[in-house]
Nanobody, 123 residues
Framework: QVQLVESGGGLVQPGGSLRLSCLVS????????RAWFRQAPGKQRELVAA???????KYTDSVKGRFAISRDNAQRTVYLQMNNLRPEDTGVYFC?????????????????WGQGTQVTVSS
């Protein structure tokens, strides 16, 4: 069973930075894509960034140029570096796994999630 443990969230002022980490375990062979999602209060969970097994990345438009997803396969960890944070980036951030980047297009059908990590951007 996949286990996802997110960490690194916190309270930060606008313009600040945070680095999120997600430790992944229990993944079967072939499930090599990783992604970060977020859920703002009163809104649906949305894809923020994803990375394939070979390092291809994609980002939602609002974070392009500010966020960077990366992975350390030896450490079974996926990261999200978030720079120039804005109040609208506030939410609970979750990671997840999939066969490929296309698996992350519909967060509502992904069956299993970790507890997430809270990011609050406020002055």
């Amino acid at each position: 069973q996949v286990q996802l443990v997110e960490s690194g969230g916190g309270l930060v002022q606008p313009g600040g930075s945070l680095r999120l980490s997600c430790l992944v375990s229990g993944v079967t062979s072939g499930i090599n894509a990783r992604a970060w999602f977020r859920q703002a209060p009163g809104k649906q969970r949305e894809l923020v960034a994803a990375i394939s097994a070979i390092g291809t990345t994609k980002y939602t438009d609002s974070v392009k140029g500010r966020f960077a997803i990366s992975r350390d396969n030896a450490q079974r960890t996926v990261y999200l570096q978030m720079n120039n944070l804005r109040p609208e980036d506030t939410g609970v951030y979750f990671c997840n796994v999939g066969l490929g980047l296309g698996d992350f297009n519909l967060p509502s059908i992904i069956p299993s999630w970790g507890q997430g990590t809270q990011v609050t951007v406020s002055s």
